[in-house]
């Protein structure tokens, strides 16, 4: 899918050889301190240490993507390779660029702020850093080639871990050429180590370089298996089974249908974030939710890419996935349900229209059916059920159960309900309010799951000091001495 | 080892029935959330949330151990079972009482504390927490029976876990009488689980209740079995081979020399902080050291317990370790390395005399030697060895590549030797100055590993919040929405 | 109004002479340092530095206010002179005593915490401090005789300071007496000075002694001449006109009724926190609110302090301010507006029935009406006024051009509404919800004025830190030099 | 001395007309509270709130300043109005790049960050916001003629305030310039008022206006009026007699020597941070440090600014203050003390080649030589003295008694000595270790005094946040009621 023949104006001026070199030996690997890494570049005749150099460089970077011919040629780039409409790509676009900015100047040293605490005596203090782990790996899947290896490369490179990256090689291009950008505003060519190749040779590279730390972000079953590989050294963005669950107080429907279809369906329901299952209150069964989200998914169409081919789920396989879910008594389509028509998707993807299956909440509960009700689909499906007053806590159960706990969204403005619904769950990213949806995260604030220690954040300052460092505690301690005189009994 | 008819006098009033339990069903480890956290308790009648009953539970702790009467009790409860001199007993005592204090009052729900940014619009606020794991499992090992798991177990408690805990079954009698206490003081019965069982019944155990995060304090071979065993959800501080460099500026020989016999020495080296390798500059190796650090090893004698029998390692194999060290090139014996003499300790737990071999450093560094040299002996033995100025890089090297990173010790006031060591080393709880230590750490700086995403802390508010739970952002978004009138396209 | 044969039982032990020095000379007051502050005082044979010696005295006086005979001794202490319900006493005694749990242990220490971010280079770091003052006063009022001044002082010491405090000599009993407990627990008689004096003699003290900060609760007109005098050198908790407003969401009216009970007539009015004016929406008029806080106003009485003298403002001077208000068109008296019968309060006190008097919205705004209508009277006294849902913003009008800012209450648990009221409004401590109160201010959130750089904080972490030390910011710069060579030209 | 036939390229879009009205009304300063701040804009057909928008125009405008033509045409600007080297000029352009560059993206967002503690029950939390004041004011000197006046302004932007900004009218056009930049960055042109005025008219319209803050930057004199003129509603960076000591370890003779050259001469010694008086330990005083100092003063010259005229001091009054500190017993003239040569300085301003003047350290203390001694002059002279290493305690006690405490230094890489000085001193601004300098402050620390209340900052997230905010707290208390049943009774 990838064409190599296609222009890359602004950045030919470095060699990209030494970047697809197959694996890197371990000895390079070496591991960056704090100290070693405030050594200096001589930049443009001007002397930076570590921090300052990095935070040039994100403010050049994000100077350039904010540049019209420079989005615009890295939105195409993804959409050559990842299905998603080019709105949805110039998004991923924009994170980033926002993300670079805000790690301009000096920020990037501020990142690195440490505490002291006094000691027991004069002389005495404890320091607290976040300290780097040294050689590090990022692995990154195909749903955006741009913004998750980037932040995460960034991260990584700002609390002084040295870096190797694998990015799906769908869709490595993008970062390819994102890597000669940074190149050309001023990164190291040796701070980054670039691999291309595929998942078992990756795993194989992992098992011999033994990074200090890995993060994932790809399907829960490479992470178990990597988790086990490597005894837990990683951070783990997986999949995520995302809920909705819309409260008491109907209102905005219109509003509410159109965030509903767009969290469903965005990038044809590619995105870890993507809304899974949707919990509506009575209140909103009579209300015209589900004809308007009907409606709203009836506008999609491949021709601008708003639905497309589904990468890692075949056409087949979701359909027996539905067809196994209209076994469950009491299920019922609502829309959907069938191939796309008049396309040339390869049949090694999947090609299926919006998609939405009621399954009624006493079925979802019960231990036969969950499994089935709560599986992911990385495809443009969900499930949509309802739930009476009282039935809440049932709801909640549904919630508590799920495997993983990333994004979710309660649809109320009711506080009370809120405090309920908010207290009793856990996922990571949770949007709340009316205006609440599961998809869209943008650069400034948190996103990732909660309830493992082995999830991964991307994105703002909390999430890199938490993925990329360490807590580590010098104490200084250098007198004077008390003036005992004489050597204290041994204990 | 344990006498169970020991005298209890403060602490009659509750049964202790439930807590012996030999399996907690795994149905009764149910989520605690934030705010079901919150459902009060009626104790004295007053009406109490749970961050404040925890406050009151920790205040009324700590002054009863601050009780000479009730931290004596301790004191030889835990020299009954692990040996020490009764001042490092005390000592352990005294720790837990200032933790508790310091989480006194309104601090625990200081901890809670979160954090929240302004939106993109009207309306959209994020909110980041630290959010409890819910079902958490402790297992902590017999060198130091209540700091370690009241420390960990108060932790996961304030951050709004429910913890099922196992101490080291040698030891647990400590804990169990803690947890009485912490009853008396107000802790509700159903807060905590106890477990009292050997190792494998544990795993099975763990594996069976899949708690969200387990915490492990112990050896590294169990570690690493158990980060397999549950995918990574965990947090470990095992053992270390940790080190300490003496710098150039000579000085303070004396106290020098008696903070390396604590060091190596005390509780008979079984502290996971023990010193396990000391590097001199060669400036001190004309000064008075280890002759003056052989006298104090004299010192110590068994009726005292500042020299006491090695609970996991055989003399017998203490014995055949020193062998080996001694077949290697310029290697010699500096003091001990005999078997204790005059006692009745059972012979499947170790006695030998305070013991250091040198082994100069070229030799340490070779390949065949290195894993030998750097073996942790869990007992009171110690290597030595010295470099020359120019050798330092080579000492930083040795220790890069030592497995664990716990605790370290940079002896010397030199500004510009203390800023190139501590650049280029990771050591989680890192001394430095002229009094600097590697042993002793008390609750008011963070104690753990560094480099490892699975380090576990203890102590701080800094370590309670990361170990004991994840972060977690709420985004609020409640409008007014946008008066644009029409719906937005698809994307 | 003191009884100096009042028994002491707790407190024999430390003479107080040296307290009622009339003058404390100016050499006295010292600047104490950071690292001066940490100089060791042998207290029971253990060696403390002084952050930890702080938060042992604050460990050992919390316990002693934790026995009811000590917190009945100082709650009747404080209604000897301070006319209040033995329930209010005792609420001031046990925020004191959980303000003193929260500094326990190492808590004085962790305020003290600083930050550290990387230099320019190799060897420069800035490390930023909360700085003590050095000599400092401070000045509080008889309404809070024990809570203001304890809590003003523990904070001043905990951040390094040397104090001098006055409080209102008519209540100074009070506080003479926790001293002397402080003594007992351990605070070195020389920490504070505490003088007894009249106004006029402090204001020269203070112009003499040129204490480097003075704080200040009191009244406005003091208030300001301290704060032209010390020219700004100064931290003012001065009167309050507190507003609540009730949202458009009616319910729980008689908790609502029983809080404006409270937060109105409690301690007679006495508090800077009590509520002065209470705007209804138009929603609550119907409602049986004002009849309710009728009877609610009916049921105190003299006996148990429920209602009682009024320290600083005449019965006469009240009635006066009364009879001004109905004169103005629209308002009406609702209840009370009778001075109390039966008692033998002197003269030179105030003795008022509570009391609510009603007057338009819009007379209140009006420029010739606006200052009378907001004059604080610090007795049981309030207007009650309503509004139609359309002048909100006249409501906010009024509330922003109110000359003090300190506490308020907006009862509503619409989000929007609050998100509106809460954006507009700048007081300092702002209760939201329809459990919102205005006074009742514990130790665990910030209480003070906004919106006036002068303005101080008392009992949270933040409080402490931002009046009693300033920022300081040290850079170490300690090398390597650049390897130039040679040396820059001038610039 | 400004041309106002100056070209200005590249902002010539917009008219100034409305900034140069000489008085606005004090009802144009509406106050901005957080949420009207969100308020949206339609700039380039993009929406923004309100903390959006400033992060764009920062993130635009440094890109601006980053360009060569525009930092030259600024830097050639300040050197019209302002005496100083063109290094010294760009200087002051690259921090203000750098700042604007810090507060990128979503920085200025981040810079609101709030916090929440849980309260007493179900429903309650307390949430400490820094809010803004609302209409503020800003004054600024005519020695960092874009510096000061550009981050203060922005900083005030940041947190919510609606500044009017008062520049010394020598210099202002640079400020005037640096407006039309930001409104073609997309300031929306109503967010600043800009007003050219002299002094007295500037004082009255403050007490006309009465602004809620106002930032004073300037000399003493004018600093204590106004703080007494504005009851202490202010925050000052007045002048400083800033000190540096030479601590015992002599080393880099060299680097020393240049590093107090430019702290005294450079910019003329018009900066509030120039070296005022020096002690050096008496170990310098047989080193080369004089001798090499006096060569460095004699490099500068006239044509290049690195000496030049004084702006606020005139020769006469500067010869005469020497001559009465040479009345002094054991002082002497080390270099300087005469007049420049060959100049068209107006006689209004001072024109004196760089100068030193030894005082021995006793008669320094003696109370009537103390005020003249510390007397600050604004021009390129230093006291230097020295002292014996039993004589410490007398130079901390001379530091300790001047009257400002803004920069100072501590030359010593001598642990014990920098804990010694730096804990018994109080500078807001200490520069310490063997690089220490006291001018050159950039934009990633904190610059401004300490030990007074009104001391005010700058540069830093601290910085702006300190003096551009202050503490709320807004307890949210939403329910539900506690299940009772009755109302409790009065208290």
Not at 3 to 24: D, F, G, T, V
Not at 49 to 75: I, N, T, W
Not at 80 to 99: C, D, I, M
Not at 139 to 162: D, H, R, S, V, W
């Amino acid at each position: 899918m990838v064409n190599h023949s296609l222009k890359l104006p602004m950045c030919r001026k470095r060699k990209l050889s030494h970047l697809w070199r197959a694996y890197p030996s371990v000895q390079n690997m070496g591991f960056i301190t704090h100290l070693e890494a405030k050594k200096v570049f001589n930049l443009n005749g001007t002397i930076f240490c570590r921090y300052l150099l990095l935070g040039d460089v994100s403010a050049k970077a994000a100077h350039m993507l904010a540049q019209p011919e420079v989005s615009d040629f890295f939105s195409r780039l993804i959409q050559r390779v990842s299905p998603k409409s080019y709105k949805q790509a110039l998004g991923e676009v924009h994170v980033t660029q926002k993300f670079l900015e805000n790690f301009s100047g000096d920020q990037v040293r501020f990142l690195a702020r440490s505490f002291a605490v006094p000691g027991n005596h004069l002389g005495q203090q404890s320091h607290g850093y976040r300290w780097p782990y040294g050689p590090v790996a990022i692995i990154t899947p195909f749903n955006f080639p741009l913004e998750i290896p980037l932040l995460q490369l960034m991260g990584a490179l700002y609390m002084g871990n040295k870096p190797t990256l694998k990015v799906d090689s769908k869709v490595s291009i993008v970062m390819e050429q994102m890597l000669r950008l940074l190149h050309y505003c001023g990164l190291p060519e040796e701070d980054v180590d670039f691999i291309n190749s595929d998942g078992v040779t990756m795993n194989k590279f992992l098992l011999e370089a033994k990074p200090r730390m890995t993060l994932f972000t790809g399907s829960s079953r490479v992470a178990e298996k990597l988790a086990a590989d490597l005894k837990g050294r990683i951070r783990l963005e997986d999949a995520g089974f995302d809920w909705k669950i819309l409260g008491p107080d109907v209102q905005e429907v219109d509003y509410v249908a159109w965030v509903c279809d767009q969290d469903a369906h965005a990038c044809s329901g590619q995105k870890c974030s993507a809304q899974s299952i949707l919990f509506m209150h009575e209140n909103w069964v009579s209300s015209e939710l589900i004809p308007k989200m009907l409606c709203l998914a009836k506008r999609r169409k491949l021709e601008d890419l708003t639905i497309g081919p589904v990468l890692t789920v075949t056409t087949e396989s979701m359909l027996e996935h539905i067809d196994k879910l209209l076994n469950i008594p009491g299920s019922k389509l609502l829309f959907g349900g069938e191939p796309l028509e008049n396309h040339s998707i390869p049949k090694i993807y999947g090609a299926l229209k919006p998609t939405a299956v009621f399954i009624p909440l006493t079925e979802i509960l019960k231990s036969n059916n969950f499994d089935l009700v709560t599986k992911e689909i990385f495809g443009p499906f969900q499930i949509i059920t309802d739930y009476k007053h009282d039935q809440l806590s049932m709801v909640l159960e549904a919630c508590e159960r799920m495997h993983a706990h990333l994004t979710a969204a309660v649809v109320s403005n009711d506080p009370l309900f809120l405090q309920e619904v908010l207290g009793k769950s856990v996922n990571g990213t949770t949007y709340a309010g009316i205006r609440a949806r599961t998809t869209g995260a943008p650069q400034n604030h948190w996103f990732g799951p909660a309830g493992d220690p082995r999830g991964a954040g991307i994105g703002t300052p909390e999430a890199i000091k938490l993925v990329w460092s360490c807590h580590r505690e010098i104490i200084y301690d250098i007198g004077p001495l008390p003036q005992h005189g004489e050597i204290p009994s041994a204990t």
